[in-house]
């Protein structure tokens, strides 16, 4: 692949804001020192995991955050996104891990961006009935509020959720993911609960006196097999899953065609909570998703088997390159999915920021990575030209880290870490993305 990275990246606006991603599970370790977490059960059961492995040290972050926030700073981000373990803050001492990280941070100029829920559900609370349980959505407000009373006074931003579309489908509908449930369609109060849950947490933080809130969405445009109706149909209801099944409901109020009486409950007066105002919205963007009508059996996608029963096929996107992990890679996506919801939403969008985007390479000489990197920054750029008002840039993922059923043999870091040694060696992408922020100084 020829490597047009070497020219800088074109110039954003003042005062956008530059950072990389992590979260609890995938990084921090030292188990022994909170409450088991559904991934921590759902590690334990073999089979789950493609290498076996577990997160019980991961990057040992935990222990070692000291060395960790000095690679933040060194990198020269703004903004650090990082996720707060629900299972930690339940145990002894927990909340103190992360007021030392952002202390960390503060001290070292970096601003702190945490997200409140990475999937990480506490064991208890999933022996409650988990996400579809009601009042789990009211646990997780409460929650919200402690960690908001603790840390308030240091945060930057706050996102509630991370990616509840996934958390749906691959933890609740498919079960490759914790809690491993294989409910497909009934798995759609976790939908709701999860946007519930989002609501009241945005109550709960305004209440404590917090400001600059957001969510972590997943979306990339969907593309249809053919034009044959049956694959547009079939697209269309992906894309009503992925793209607005849990941005509607948060910018608008309303559950798009059909889903709302789906939905368990008083919906409408859950509608109310839900479309609290936040005032930026988070996405998370990796690759367009090729959707046709399904094809009457059982498939695997990307390590996923998607049941028969499903209204629509994944397929594969052929003539782009793909990562390690077989994600295509085309940046214009990114631009199309701006435009599209800046189209969509107008003026109920607040303005976006892109809270992960990155690709799974081996090695430490990363050219891919960079190319990358590079091609999405410049897709980005080109949104903002077409209007859309999109203020910070985060790379997932600052580590190399416990890639959920994929365990390790993901590595999706700007930073390699050695899983022997947990030695971090910055990859060659680190000091590339180093010198395009500093170009924008
Ligand atoms: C995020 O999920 C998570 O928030 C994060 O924890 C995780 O480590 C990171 O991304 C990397 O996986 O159709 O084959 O091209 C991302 C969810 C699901 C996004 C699959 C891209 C398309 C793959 N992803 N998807 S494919």
Known sequence: MANTATNPIPQFPAGFLWGVSTSAHQIEGAADKRAPSVWDAFTAEPGHIKDNSTAAVACDHYHRYPEDVALLRDLGVDAYRFSISWPRVNSPGGLDFYDRLVDELTAA??????TLFHWDLPVSVEEAGGWLNRDTAERFAEYAAL??????????????????????????????????????????????????????????????????????????????????PEDLEAAAFYDLLLNRLFADPVLTGQYPEGLGELMPGDVEADLKVIAEPIDWYGINYYAPT?????????????????????????????GYPVTDFGWPVVPHALTELLVDFHKRYGDRLPPIVITENGCSYEGLDDQDRITYLDGHLRALHRALEQGVDVRGYFVWSLLDNFEWAEGYARRFGLVHVDFKTLTRTPKASYAWLRAAIQSQR
Do not use: C, Y
């Open 290 to 318: 090729r959707v046709g009508a399904p094809q009457g059996s059982e498939i695997e996608f990307g390590g996923l088997t998607m049941p028969a029963e499903l209204p629509f096929s994944v397929r594969e996107i052929d």
């Open 109 to 114: 100029g970096v601003r702190a961006v945490p």
């Open 147 to 228: 960690v908001a009373d603790r840390l308030g006074d240091r945060i930057s931003k706050w996102i509630t959720l991370n990616e509840p579309a996934e958390h749906t489908l691959l933890g609740h509908a498919l079960g490759a993911h914790a809690p491993g449930k294989q409910l497909l369609f009934d798995a759609l109060p976790v939908a709701h609960h999860q946007l519930l849950g989002h609501g009241l947490a945005v109550r709960a933080l305004r209440a404590a006196g917090v400001t600059d809130i957001g969510i972590a969405n997943s979306h990339g445009p969907t593309w249809p097999a053919s034009q044959e």
